[in-house]
């Protein structure tokens, strides 16, 4: 089976500016986490998403949104980027609802830098 | 609510054994194991249940203490792979806490 795919892998913006990264699911799984990752916070919850439908979020301005699609790709949106969203944004797919009971598989993830 | 993992940083020579403890201030259902290493994704370990359901890796093992909301990672006899950031992961309410991180480095 392929793995949890990202794309893109690095990205550059600047302040002010919105950004869109895309995450695929190991074939079959419902479930798409994403987490944000930085030097001085480590890695951080964002949000669960499965069967389409937002279950779970971390405590996260409301300019960090995201959706999934009928076939469990998600996206994760940014906007009105600021410095400090300068990060590791990885996403992870598991089988079922529920990040605490089930294995998670992470992607790659996409480097963002805010400029 | 992050749990918090001791110690920060161990070194070791390849053979050696290693414990990794992480702590957390809300009770525990389950926890994780994830091993991340350098610009790389974390990669799963282990999960242990409440009611003491373990799943995870053959040469790698935890113990989960419920009552101490705590719950420890052994390495034992290390080989150079082992090296990286170990984080151990708990759910707390609709949240997933990752912990605040073991860096880990065997030296041959």
């Known amino acids: 089976k392929a793995g949890v795919t990202q794309t893109p892998r690095y990205l550059i913006k600047t302040r002010g500016q919105q950004v869109t990264l895309s995450c695929s699911p190991i074939s079959g799984h419902r479930s798409v986490s994403w987490y944000q990752q930085t030097p001085g916070q480590g890695l951080q919850f964002l949000f669960e998403y499965f069967s389409e439908t937002q279950r779970n979020k971390g405590n996260f301005p409301g300019r960090f949104s995201g959706r999934q699609f009928s076939n469990s790709r998600s996206e994760m949106n940014v906007s009105t980027l600021e410095l400090g969203d300068s990060a590791l944004y990885l996403c992870a797919s598991s089988q079922r609802l529920g990040t605490g009971s089930d294995t998670q598989y992470f992607g790659p993830g996409t480097r963002l830098t805010v400029l | 609510q992050q749990p918090v993992q001791s110690p920060q940083a161990v070194i070791l020579r390849e053979g050696e054994d290693a414990v990794i403890n992480c702590s957390s201030s809300?009770?525990?259902?389950?926890v994780h194991w994830y091993r991340q290493k350098h610009g790389e994704a974390p990669v799963f370990l282990m999960i242990?249940?409440?009611?003491?359901e373990q799943k995870g890796h053959e040469k790698i093992s935890a113990s989960f203490n419920e009552k101490k909301q705590q719950s420890s990672l052994y390495l034992t006899a290390s080989q150079l792979s082992y090296s990286g950031t170990y984080f151990c992961?708990?759910?707390?309410?609709?949240?997933?806490?990752f912990g605040t991180g073991t860096s880990l480095t065997v030296i041959p």
């Open positions: 992961g708990t759910s707390a309410g609709n949240q997933f806490y």
């Open positions: 242990l249940l409440k009611g003491g």
């Open positions: 809300k009770a525990l259902y389950s």
